[in-house]
């Protein structure tokens, strides 16, 4: 008895996950794909002063970034702002890189791999990634 109420105990536990799982990430409407959206904010100051030019930028869209999504994406020039750890409002221009894409098994490597191109390229301390799902159609 205590065996088939432990496994009745497992069983629930195991379909409320279940559950969960599918609620967090409801499926697209009819006439819509599931997509994964990524947005990469890149400062364009370097810890010297110097700015990534567009020239160069537009050199590490053309080598790094577009041969990873050759389908498309979109860049957006932006301008950001932090309090740093002296308690300055620090304020720099900056590229928005917004992806839209099928999941996949590398597409989070292939992301990882572009955010770590531009820190070694530019000497950048970071770069902010934002991941989120995503339901997409082109009409």
Do not use: H
């Not at 050199?59 to 932006?78: K, M, N, Y």
């Amino acid at each position: 008895m205590q065996k088939t109420l432990i496994c009745c105990i497992v069983v629930l536990a195991v379909l409320a996950v279940a559950a969960c799982a599918q609620d967090s990430n409801p499926p697209c409407p009819e006439g819509q794909d599931q997509f994964v959206r990524y947005e990469l904010f890149m400062g364009r100051s370097g810890p010297q002063g110097e700015v990534v030019s567009d020239e160069a930028w537009d050199t590490f869209l053309a080598d790094t970034v577009t041969p990873r999504f050759p389908d498309g994406l979109s860049v957006l020039d932006g301008r950001g702002q932090w309090r740093g750890s002296d308690g300055q409002v620090q304020k720099e221009r900056s590229k928005l890189l917004v992806i839209l894409a099928p999941p996949g098994d590398d597409l989070g490597q292939r992301i990882d791999e572009i955010s770590q191109e531009y820190k070694r390229r530019f000497d950048q301390e970071s770069v902010l990634q934002v991941m989120s799902p995503a339901c997409v159609s082109f009409s």
